[in-house]
């Protein structure tokens, strides 16, 4: 017997006021999955990406992990980014960080946390290629709310940089890559960065040469 009763309970609950909005959704949902968002968010429970959106099953693509980290060495984020794009043919895709990330705070120590310190190397090259902007500021929690939209940034850029990502303008195909951050205090997201919609917007030395595959 289960020692989770009360999440089956949970979940029979859900499923039943589903079925009684839409008798069929269940039905329609296995079908196929067809979003138009891919979210790549922060593993943080307080950030649930269908909630604070206000979407169902079936409309969001979501890949997660600690700090909403984007980089060209993580097989898995560009797996998930690459079927996204090539397959599903998402319009969207989300990177959003949230003000008073624990990874993010870790990140600006020199302690070590153990196995995730490797993780967390890549938001310590943001913080420390950005140092002559933190020198201004002082609060300790502005400090790690500054490094949080700075690394939605990094990892926005990341995103451009992929030849998944190129590939898709250069056929052009419709899609659009954004940067928000989310505050847990008011359940707000708000823009960072402006969208990014084309090679043109990365720096030059990061735009491939590819050759259109339709």
């Keep these: 017997m289960t ?7 949970n979940n029979l609950a859900w499923s039943e006021a589903i079925k009684k909005e839409d008798p069929n959704f269940f039905s329609k949902l296995s079908q196929q999955q067809s979003p138009k968002y891919l979210w790549i968010g922060c593993s943080d ?7 604070l959106l206000g979407l169902l099953p079936g409309d969001i693509f979501v890949h997660r992990n600690i700090a909403n980290v984007v980089v060209h ?11 996204a794009v090539q397959v599903l ?5 989300i990177v959003t960080g949230h003000y008073g990330c624990g990874g993010i705070a870790a990140a600006m120590e020199n302690e070590s946390v153990g196995l995730i310190d490797h993780w967390l190397r890549n938001v310590r090259d943001v913080y420390y290629h950005q140092q002559a902007e933190f020198a201004d500021i002082t609060d300790k929690q502005d400090r790690v709310n500054r490094l949080c939209e700075l690394n939605v940034a990094s990892s926005v850029a990341n995103i451009a940089h992929t030849s998944t990502v190129q590939q898709a303008w ?3 195909q419709d899609l659009t890559i954004h940067g928000y951050i989310y505050n847990i205090h008011d359940g707000l997201l708000k823009q960072l960065i402006p969208d990014v919609v084309g090679v043109e917007q990365i720096p030059e030395q990061y735009r491939l040469k590819l050759k259109p595959s339709l």
């Excluded at 060495?73 to 079927?83: E, I």
């Design 3 to 9: 020692q989770l009763t009360d999440l089956f309970e």
């Design 89 to 93: 043919k998402v319009k969207h895709i």
């Design 45 to 51: 429970s307080r950030v649930p990406a269908n909630q």
């Design 170 to 172: 250069k056929d052009g």
């Design 73 to 83: 060495t993580d097989l898995n984020c560009l797996s998930v980014l690459a079927y």
